[in-house]
């Protein structure tokens, strides 16, 4: 089991790390003293940038490096970017000691923005290939164990392995408390984001001195390539006319569906095909496979609302937690508890809506219904959130703090608390509704890439957030009014914004729900095949005016 430990000992640092980063909000407005949109602004982009990363990963694993190859190169970009960001703190490298804005130098402001590109390589690269790599050690581990004890009894193999994965329970709930509970209480911002940094560079030096044991297999290549395959055939052959059944190179006897007839020009026969020539021609499967991911894009587009609202849960959602009353009784409480919670809902909000869906008579349907129920739950979050903001904005202008933004406002932490919990059911009914379209429309090639999809998409939903915020600023300026977004949140209007986002998850619901009843659902694996699907109702695309060609 050693291969097991030097492996799990990275997941261990991730989680660390994950709590350290958590609450890189207020870091940046309480010690760089950044507005409250620029910091929300950063956050956003690095949390959208990630899990983009991550489809791109993917790819590069599969066709060119191999799992053991990126986690290599991402524990180390993981280890030195964590480094640079302790080592952006003031009492570093900066003109003087105090955690404020005034000793934050243009050194800082580099070693800070290098170091979040690398720690979001780091972070994407263990995404793509640390659970894949540890599966791949311990089954070959397992394998070598079954040929040592062949002739031990069944109930000792199973005791062992319950007695190993004692310790690794153990230390995930370790690392959730310090992270979640102890990390948060100390104060020097360099010893804070120091202690993940110092975690993982262990954890990489102690991975990598395995590196003579580990069993590795060798790329062999990706999914993805069939789809850029596809486009660059159809483009070569576009002067061609549209071919016939006959023309094409389909040998398997799949169906061409009529929509999207464009793309079977990459399909069509060659008089001499050889293996040199695979990027000139394909066959009618990979060209149906790749019409499938086309069809699904208008309800892919959905998807991105929902990384929207989700991007405030750790940007916006925490500037408002960040000067409120932190006491339950004399305990003080840390913001990242939030984050326990939040783990915490998203896990029963998921299970007891798998336990629901399987009462409904068709499988397929479970997906779209969890989709249009989290888009649901988002509305009343938005709705939730602009109340809460309300109260908490009467609670300034009562005890006039609005010019006081460092002040503690009187009113409990726990007063998000509701928000938070909603925002954590649309992110675990969501995912994994999407999760599920996702393995039920696409090839079952694609399915390795499913979780990445899902988090590409919000992620692009979390880039987009920035724009939803400017455009929502410019808009109301208008008639010479105050803009929403001031440089504090007391003076901000934050509760008109999450209107604004209520009312555009309702909208979406709306489109998706239309684009829903016109979709074309394969039938789900437990239910009887019934065709090729994964496309739009005849009446709504085979229609010569919604064809693209």
């Not at 319950?162 to 370790?174: E, H, N």
Request: hydrophobic residues 45%; positive net charge.
């Amino acid at each position: 089991m050693a291969s097991f430990v030097r492996i799990s000992v990275l997941i261990w640092a991730d989680l660390l790390a994950a709590f350290a980063m958590y609450v890189m909000m207020t870091y940046l407005t309480n010690v760089w003293n950044l507005s409250t949109t620029h910091a929300a602004g950063i956050i956003n982009i690095w949390n959208g940038i990630t899990p983009v990363l991550v489809i791109m990963f993917a790819f590069i694993v599969d066709a060119f490096l191999g799992d053991f190859n990126m986690l290599v190169i991402s524990s180390i970009s993981y280890s030195i970017g964590l480094g640079l960001l302790s080592m952006s703190t003031p009492p570093v490298f900066g003109p003087c000691n105090d955690y404020k804005e005034k000793c934050i130098g243009n050194t800082q402001k580099v070693l800070f923005y290098i170091s979040l590109p690398l720690i979001a390589v780091g972070m994407a690269g263990h995404v793509v290939s640390l659970a894949s790599f540890l599966e791949l050690q311990t089954k070959v581990e397992n394998e070598e164990k079954e040929k040592v004890e062949a002739k031990e009894g069944e109930g000792d193999k199973d005791e062992m392995k319950i007695l190993w994965q004692i310790p690794g329970l153990i230390m995930v709930v370790v690392v959730l408390i310090a992270g979640g509970i102890g990390l948060p209480y100390i104060k020097p911002w360099s010893i804070r984001f120091g202690i993940p940094a110092i975690c993982t560079l262990v954890a990489t030096i102690l991975f990598l001195t395995g590196f003579k044991d580990y069993k590795r297999i060798k790329p062999i290549g990706s999914p993805l390539t069939i789809t850029l395959r596809v486009f660059v055939a159809a483009s070569l052959n576009i002067s061609q006319p549209k071919p016939d059944y006959k023309q094409l190179n389909n040998e398997d006897g799949v169906r061409s569906t009529s929509s999207l007839r464009c793309l079977d020009k990459a399909a069509i026969k060659l008089p001499d095909m050889h293996e040199s020539e695979k990027w000139k021609v394909c066959n009618v499967r990979e060209v149906e496979d790749t019409k499938i991911g086309i069809r699904m894009l208008p309800m892919w587009l959905t998807f991105i609302v929902i990384g929207i609202v989700l991007s405030i849960g750790n940007t916006y959602f925490l500037e408002q937690a960040n000067h409120l009353d932190k006491k339950i009784g004399k305990i003080k409480v840390t913001i990242p508890i939030f984050l326990l919670f939040y783990n915490a809902t998203s896990y029963v909000s998921t299970y007891f809506y798998s336990f629901l869906t399987k009462s409904l008579p068709s499988k397929k349907y479970a997906p779209p219904v969890g989709i249009a129920t989290g888009m649901i739950i988002s509305v009343l979050c938005c709705i939730t959130s602009a109340k809460v903001e309300t109260r908490r904005l009467n609670r300034i202008r009562v005890h006039g703090l609005v010019d006081k933004p460092d002040e503690m406002i009187p009113m409990s932490i726990f007063s998000l608390l509701p928000q938070f919990m909603l925002l954590a059911a649309v992110d675990g009914i969501s995912n994994t509704s999407i999760s599920s379209f996702f393995k039920h429309q696409t090839p079952e090639s694609m399915h390795k890439y499913l979780g990445h999809f899902t988090k590409g998409v919000l992620g692009l939903g979390s880039m987009a957030s920035v724009l939803s915020v400017y455009v929502g600023g410019k808009v109301s300026e208008k008639n010479d009014k105050p803009n929403w977004f001031q440089f504090s949140l007391n003076r901000s209007h934050l509760d008109r914004y999450y209107w604004v986002l209520a009312a555009l998850s309702a909208a979406n619901l709306v489109v998706y729900v239309v684009i829903a009843l016109f979709y074309k659902y394969k039938e789900s694996p437990d239910d009887v095949d019934e065709g090729e699907g994964g496309q739009m109702d005849p009446g709504f695309n085979d229609n010569a005016k919604f064809c693209c060609c």
